[in-house]
């Protein structure tokens, strides 16, 4: 006979186990019949979870979830109140498996942590650079796109104040590696290009990533109706914009999709990505590198880095691109080891 089985129809003898007895984990109810919903706000503990009919629900977190375990883009159980009435409460209690997960180090100067998720089940990354005011900033964009790749998710270039600069030598650079381009330009007097954005956000979840200034709250305000993103300044004493205490935020597209803006996030910590994935998101250089030694950090002083005599194997424009590269992805490696 089990220690609970008191051997009794009595139904004032109650049968449960004694205090710990059980390991808490195991007491967990199944949550995985809840209904499902996707979390496309948080703001301070609170959770919008939109659900399946389209209601939007404001939820608090089960506590054995634990700490910035729910990120936007996930898709959870909500139980408890899933009317969406003014004053009432979900309770997320279950996250499901994850498509992608966008991932970032601890910030330079922080003591190197776990990484922390930023994003989940998003598609595309799309990369908002200026063509100018402010300029692009390469180390940026082969940092988000190493951040995309590893994350296994698609990056999108979308150039942004095409009114203010050519994008010529941009393309030169980034179109060889593959990678997709747009550009626009949204101006009081002119928007331009969004035909060519829109229908590649399409019925799918974007994740707009971008240095403060690059325009990513104008471009939200022309593809999202009634969004209301504030546009303004870059903060010249701090450096950062204006929304840096702001949280991350899903906007639903009129003709389909979402895109996610990330404000506060604007660069990735790498320091969780090993050597290889950095490369592989190289695909120029990765080519290269399989003529190097076993084994090879592919640092300037690595002794035979196959990668160390490509620029000079060409003259000209070509070999300053390829210096251009190389010395990015070195620097990469070497910014990762001081995060
Ligand atoms: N000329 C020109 N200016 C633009 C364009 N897009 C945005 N701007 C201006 O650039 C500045 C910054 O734009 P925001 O949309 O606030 O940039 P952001 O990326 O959201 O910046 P944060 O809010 O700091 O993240 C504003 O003054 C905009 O009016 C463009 O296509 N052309
Ligand atoms: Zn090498």
């Known amino acids: 006979m089990s220690r609970y089985d008191l051997g009794t129809d009595d139904p004032r003898v109650k049968v ?26 948080i703001d301070r503990g609170r959770y919008q979870v939109i659900m399946a009919d389209g209601t939007t629900v404001t939820a608090i977190k089960a506590r054995e979830l634990g700490r910035g375990s729910v990120v936007i883009g996930d898709r959870v159980h909500v139980g408890g109140d899933i009317s969406g009435q003014k004053d009432t409460l979900g309770r997320i209690v279950q996250i499901q498996e994850r498509d ?141 914009g204006r929304h840096t205490s702001t949280s991350a935020i899903a906007f639903s597209l009129p003709a389909g999709g979402w895109v996610i803006d990330t404000p506060g996030v604007r660069s990735f910590g790498l320091a969780h990505v090993d050597n290889e994935t950095l490369l592989a998101a190289f695909t120029d250089l990765s080519e290269v590198a399989v003529a190097c030694p076993r084994g090879c950090k592919h640092l300037a002083d690595s002794p035979q880095c196959a990668l160390s005599t490509w620029p000079g194997q060409v003259a000209g424009e070509e070999q300053k691109y390829r210096q251009a590269r190389l010395n990015s992805f070195r620097r990469l490696i070497a910014s990762r080891h001081v995060e």
């Open 100 to 240: 992608t997960l966008l991932l970032r180090s601890a910030e330079e100067g922080q003591r190197q942590g776990k990484p922390k998720p930023i994003v989940a089940n998003a598609q595309q990354m799309v990369i908002v650079v200026a063509l100018a005011d402010p300029p692009p900033r390469y180390g940026m964009i082969d940092r988000c796109l190493v951040a995309a790749y590893e994350a296994g998710v698609r990056p999108l270039i979308c150039l942004t104040k095409s009114d203010l600069a050519d994008s010529t030598d941009f393309y030169a650079a980034y179109t060889p590696l593959g990678i997709e381009i747009v550009t626009t330009s949204v101006t009081p007097e002119k928007i331009e290009g969004l035909s060519q954005l829109l229908p590649k956000l399409g019925n799918q979840v974007s994740v707009l990533v971008g240095h403060s200034g690059v325009g990513k709250s104008t471009l939200i305000n022309a593809i999202v109706p009634g969004a209301n993103r504030q546009v303004g300044e870059v903060n010249a004493v701090t450096g950062r």
């Open 16 to 41: 449960r186990p004694g205090k710990s007895s059980r390991p808490r984990s195991k007491q967990r109810p199944d949550h995985s019949k809840k209904p499902v919903g996707m979390v496309i706000g």
